[in-house]
């Protein structure tokens, strides 16, 4: 019972969020500093998504297969390479990592 309670809230949580941002007026969502904020924070919070997930394992610091993939992305967005490339890179050397080290 505590579960889907906790679904309800969280359900309700979301719907409310997204109801606060439809009632922002459009003159503050004109101003500069909030589109420029509003195109920065999706990267930002990807990026610390990404080395989260990256480089911790529960609460300590690793570094293994995955940050090798995730070096192999960035080289390969580096290169420019194709989206579907970049994660081609990554997935083979990761698990070319994971082979090599066990």
Not at 13 to 36: F, I
Not at 38 to 62: N, Y
Not at 94 to 99: E, F, H, I, M, S
Request: net charge positive; proline share 4%; charged share 10%.
């Amino acid at each position: 019972m505590n579960t889907w309670i906790a679904i309800a809230a969280t359900a309700l949580g979301c719907y409310l969020v997204k109801l606060l941002g439809l009632s922002v007026p459009a003159g503050v969502l004109e101003r500069p500093a909030v589109k420029r904020l509003a195109a920065l924070v999706p990267v930002a919070l990807l990026a610390a998504l990404t080395a989260q997930q990256t480089f911790s394992d529960a609460h300590t610091l690793v570094i293994d297969a995955r940050a090798a993939g995730v070096g192999a992305a960035a080289l390969a967005l580096l290169l420019r390479a194709p989206f579907l490339v970049v994660v081609g890179a990554a997935v083979a050397v990761a698990a070319a990592v994971r082979a090599l080290t066990g």
